[in-house]
C-alpha cells in the first residue's frame, strides 16, 4: 500500500467507518525501550514509560464511541494498567502471532476488518495491518511497517504517535467541533469503563 496524508480522501473514508482502534505497545505507546531495576527480592522488574498525550486521545475516542486496546508480544503488568485507566475494551498480551488476537475480537463484537484501525511499528505488526480497515504506524517504525500501512504519523512511538491517529478519527467521523468545546469549556468526558477482556498467552493452552 501506498503512504497517504492525513488529508487524502481515501484516508478519510476509511477512517469514518473505524468502531475500533488496535495497537502495539511497545515502540507505538511507549518508545520501545524497556527498563529493568531491582525489587524487593532478587527478581528484576520491568518499567516503561507511557505519554500523557496519547492517554487524552484513547480517552477521548472511548467517549466518542470508539473501542480501543492493545494486541503485543510481551506481558506487563504496567500495560495492564494502563489499558484499564484509559478504559480499553481489550487487551491481549504475549502474542506474537497477532491475527488470532484480531480474530477472536472481530468475532466477540461482530465488526469487520474495515471497522478496524490498527497501529504497529515492527514486522509482527504487518499481517494486522494488511487486514485492518485503517493501517497506521509511527515515524519510527520500520520501512516494512511504513509500506503496510495507509497513514505514518509525524511523530514517534511513545511522543504521541497513537494520540496524532486519535485525533485524526475524531476529526474524519466529525468529533472535532465537539472536542473543541471541551477544550474552550475545560469540562472533559470522563471513561466509559466497561470490563476489560484481558488476555494473556501464558495463560492459553500451549502458550503462544
Known amino acids: 500500500m501506498d503512504n497517504e496524508n492525513m488529508n487524502d480522501k481515501k484516508n478519510i ?6 468502531k475500533i482502534f488496535l495497537m502495539d505497545v511497545d515502540g507505538v505507546l511507549t518508545d520501545g525501550r524497556m527498563y529493568y531495576i531491582p525489587g524487593r527480592g532478587a527478581e528484576m522488574v520491568e518499567f516503561k514509560a507511557f505519554h ?7 480517552r477521548l475516542l472511548n467517549q466518542f464511541g470508539v473501542m480501543t486496546g492493545v494486541i503485543t508480544g510481551r506481558e506487563s503488568p504496567g500495560t495492564e494498567e494502563r489499558a484499564r485507566n484509559l478504559g480499553m475494551t481489550y487487551a491481549y498480551q504475549g502474542f506474537l502471532s ?3 488476537p484480531l480474530s477472536q475480537i472481530l ?3 461482530g465488526l469487520k476488518p474495515e471497522n478496524v484501525a490498527y ?11 494488511k487486514k485492518a480497515g485503517l493501517a497506521c504506524a509511527p515515524a519510527n ?6 509500506k503496510a500501512s495507509h497513514l505514518v504519523t509525524k511523530k514517534e512511538g511513545g511522543a504521541g504517535a497513537v494520540r496524532e491517529a486519535c485525533d485524526f478519527l ?3 467521523q466529525g468529533h472535532w467541533r465537539e472536542v473543541m468545546r471541551c477544550v474552550e469549556t475545560a469540562h472533559w468526558p470522563g471513561i466509559k469503563k466497561t470490563p476489560m477482556k484481558i488476555v494473556r498467552a501464558s495463560e492459553q493452552k500451549g502458550g503462544k
Open 141 to 146: 517504525a520500520l520501512p516494512e511497517v511504513m
Open 52 to 58: 500523557s498525550l496519547d492517554g487524552i486521545g484513547l
Open 13 to 18: 473514508a476509511r477512517a469514518k467507518k473505524i
Open 107 to 109: 468475532a466477540a463484537t
Open 119 to 129: 497501529m504497529g511499528d515492527d514486522w509482527t505488526d504487518i499481517p494486522v495491518l
Open 98 to 100: 497477532k491475527l488470532e
Open 170 to 172: 475524531l476529526k474524519s
